[in-house]
């Protein structure tokens, strides 16, 4: 038989053979692979350890026995056993326990593809519900609503681990941003896309601080993430503090102190990568996260469990690298692309200010606003220390006259401070020094100045004549 006898498919054969593989390739697309499991072999404290699996770092399981199913993360392995850290109630779990990975849509949160022949693309990461649709709720690391509201079917999901910007790629911090706080704007003036600390020790106001920024702050978005903190608090902030004009183009994410370690970092990760998709489409977000301490600590609890030798107070070394991976996801976009403006608040013990993760966090901020204790018992709020606190790009968003003014103006702050017990016994002889005289004078004012009702706004323009008029005097 030669190759002229050989026989041809005719033009609908072709077609025909054509349509029968292609239906073929979509019927072996759509067919679920083969599924493996592993066995859960040990427990101890918050760490599981499984075998039979080969899992990355970051691969969402499911740990089964019997009705009793507990979510978990692979967060470490040793030859072939994984360690999982749970995000649930251990309670309920036996040896032999069948381990199993999560596979996550790529696409919605609730998938409902159209099209039965497009495969469906998965991941092991954890995937959560993003987007406009989320503004004005609240919702657990998990992103499931804790509002009472509907669930997020409109809401996308989208990986939660994004990965770093380019430095050179991204805008300088070069606009001022009015936060509505007087003592900020006029002596501590806030860039957009900068990122700051709030630090203080307990009961001195930094919640009641957040709640003044997100309520007057100018920003398209505010991303809210209260992370290991009292589970009372949740709902007093957003009602009483957030209130309905900052919840109505508010996220809240909320990861009270009774989560489990992994749930609390999760939130604190799940409010930064919300705030990077609000920037990514070109939006200036305002991202309030409380604590940055207490994620430290979720992590200490993590890496402790693990083995991780303890070094500087009983915290690890890779805690002091995971907050730079954290906070370094905020900031100014890519070129011509929307912003982050953060404030983590830190928990500074016993309002020690070289307490391990406030010293870290001052290097890796740009600039820190430390709520003095001395001022919130004398019934001063915000009780910001202006003495101890700095704004690292105030220079580069503020004018000369402006940075004149408010260096004048903690001139005469300190000079009172440093003369303040001897004129509250009467050492203090008046004219004997110039200067101390014009801050005597000009102290009550200056106290005043830096006060601010908790539902009052004041606009960075008017913070600037205020503070002209304090040291200038009235326009002529």
């Given at each position: 038989?030669?190759?002229?006898?050989?026989?041809?498919?005719t033009?609908?054969?072709?077609?025909a053979?054509?349509?029968?593989l292609?239906?073929?390739r979509?019927?072996?697309?759509?067919?679920?692979?083969?599924?493996t499991?592993?066995?859960l072999?040990?427990?101890?404290?918050?760490?599981?350890e499984?075998?039979?699996l080969?899992l990355?770092?970051?691969?969402?399981?499911?740990?089964?026995?019997?009705?009793?199913?507990?979510?978990?993360?692979?967060?470490g392995?040793?030859?072939?056993?994984?360690?999982?850290?749970?995000?649930?109630?251990?309670?309920?779990?036996?040896p032999?326990a069948?381990?199993e990975?999560?596979?996550?849509?790529?696409?919605?949160?609730?998938?409902?593809?159209?099209?039965?022949?497009?495969?469906?693309?998965?991941?092991?990461?954890r995937?959560?519900?993003?987007?406009?649709?989320?503004?004005?709720r609240?919702v657990?690391?998990?992103?499931?609503?804790l509002d009472?509201?509907?669930?997020?079917?409109q809401?996308?999901?989208?990986?939660?681990?994004?990965?770093?910007?380019?430095?050179?790629?991204?805008?300088p911090?070069?606009?001022?941003?009015d936060?509505?706080?007087?003592?900020?704007?006029?002596?501590?003036?806030?860039?957009?896309?900068?990122?700051?600390?709030?630090?203080?020790?307990s009961?001195?106001g930094k919640?009641?601080?957040l709640?003044?920024m997100?309520?007057h702050?100018?920003?398209?978005?505010?991303i809210v993430?209260?992370?290991?903190?009292?589970?009372?608090?949740?709902k007093?902030?957003?009602?009483d503090?957030?209130?309905?004009?900052?919840r109505?183009r508010?996220?809240?994410?909320?990861a009270?102190?009774?989560?489990p370690?992994l749930?609390r970092?999760?939130g604190?990760?799940?409010?930064?990568a919300?705030a990077?998709?609000?920037?990514?489409?070109?939006?200036?977000?305002?991202l309030?996260m409380?604590?940055l301490?207490?994620y430290?600590m979720?992590?200490?609890?993590?890496?402790?469990?693990?083995?991780?030798?303890p070094a500087?107070r009983?915290y690890p070394p890779?805690?002091?690298a995971?907050?730079p991976?954290l906070?370094?996801?905020?900031?100014?976009?890519?070129?011509?692309?929307?912003?982050?403006?953060?404030f983590?608040?830190?928990?500074a013990?016993?309002?020690?200010?070289?307490?391990?993760?406030?010293d870290?966090?001052?290097?890796?901020?740009d600039?820190?606003f430390?709520?003095?204790?001395d001022?919130?018992?004398?019934?001063?709020?915000p009780?910001?220390?202006i003495?101890?606190?700095i704004?690292?790009?105030?220079?580069n968003?503020?004018?000369?006259?402006?940075?004149?003014?408010?260096l004048?103006?903690?001139?005469?702050?300190a000079?009172?401070?440093?003369q303040?017990?001897?004129?509250?016994?009467?050492?203090?002889?008046?004219?004997?020094?110039?200067?101390?005289?014009?801050?005597?004078?000009l102290y009550p004012?200056?106290?005043?100045?830096l006060?601010q009702?908790?539902?009052?706004?004041v606009?960075?323009?008017?913070?600037?004549d205020?503070?002209?008029?304090?040291?200038e005097?009235?326009a002529?």
């Amino acid at each position: 038989m030669t190759d002229h006898d050989a026989p041809t498919l005719t033009a609908p054969a072709s077609v025909a053979m054509a349509a029968h593989l292609q239906a073929h390739r979509r019927l072996i697309a759509n067919t679920p692979a083969l599924e493996t499991s592993g066995r859960l072999v040990r427990v101890s404290g918050l760490l599981m350890e499984a075998s039979g699996l080969r899992l990355p770092l970051g691969s969402v399981c499911v740990v089964r026995d019997g009705e009793y199913a507990s979510e978990a993360e692979v967060v470490g392995f040793s030859r072939e056993h994984l360690y999982l850290m749970p995000t649930g109630d251990l309670a309920g779990l036996s040896p032999g326990a069948v381990v199993e990975p999560v596979r996550y849509p790529s696409e919605r949160l609730h998938y409902r593809d159209p099209l039965p022949e497009r495969p469906r693309k998965e991941s092991l990461t954890r995937r959560l519900p993003m987007g406009e649709s989320m503004l004005g709720r609240v919702v657990d690391p998990a992103g499931q609503p804790l509002d009472g509201g509907p669930p997020l079917y409109q809401a996308r999901a989208y990986a939660i681990a994004r990965e770093p910007l380019n430095a050179m790629e991204r805008d300088p911090v070069r606009l001022p941003l009015d936060v509505g706080v007087r003592a900020i704007n006029a002596m501590l003036t806030v860039g957009r896309g900068q990122r700051l600390g709030l630090f203080a020790g307990s009961g001195v106001g930094k919640s009641v601080l957040l709640g003044m920024m997100a309520r007057h702050t100018q920003a398209d978005v505010i991303i809210v993430g209260l992370i290991g903190e009292r589970g009372r608090e949740v709902k007093e902030f957003v009602e009483d503090i957030l209130g309905p004009e900052g919840r109505r183009r508010a996220i809240v994410v909320a990861a009270p102190a009774d989560l489990p370690p992994l749930m609390r970092m999760q939130g604190a990760a799940y409010a930064t990568a919300l705030a990077s998709h609000f920037r990514d489409k070109g939006q200036h977000v305002l991202l309030l996260m409380d604590s940055l301490t207490r994620y430290a600590m979720a992590h200490r609890e993590i890496a402790l469990a693990l083995g991780e030798p303890p070094a500087t107070r009983g915290y690890p070394p890779s805690v002091f690298a995971k907050l730079p991976q954290l906070v370094e996801q905020t900031g100014n976009g890519l070129n011509g692309c929307g912003s982050i403006t953060a404030f983590y608040t830190v928990l500074a013990e016993g309002d020690d200010q070289q307490d391990p993760v406030a010293d870290n966090a001052r290097a890796i901020l740009d600039g820190h606003f430390v709520l003095s204790r001395d001022l919130a018992d004398e019934g001063h709020f915000p009780a910001i220390d202006i003495e101890k606190s700095i704004s690292r790009v105030m220079h580069n968003v503020t004018s000369e006259r402006h940075q004149k003014l408010a260096l004048a103006l903690k001139s005469v702050y300190a000079r009172y401070q440093r003369q303040r017990d001897l004129i509250a016994v009467g050492a203090y002889s008046p004219g004997s020094d110039p200067a101390t005289d014009q801050a005597i004078r000009l102290y009550p004012q200056v106290s005043k100045f830096l006060q601010q009702g908790m539902h009052d706004g004041v606009a960075l323009d008017q913070s600037l004549d205020q503070l002209a008029q304090l040291l200038e005097g009235p326009a002529p």
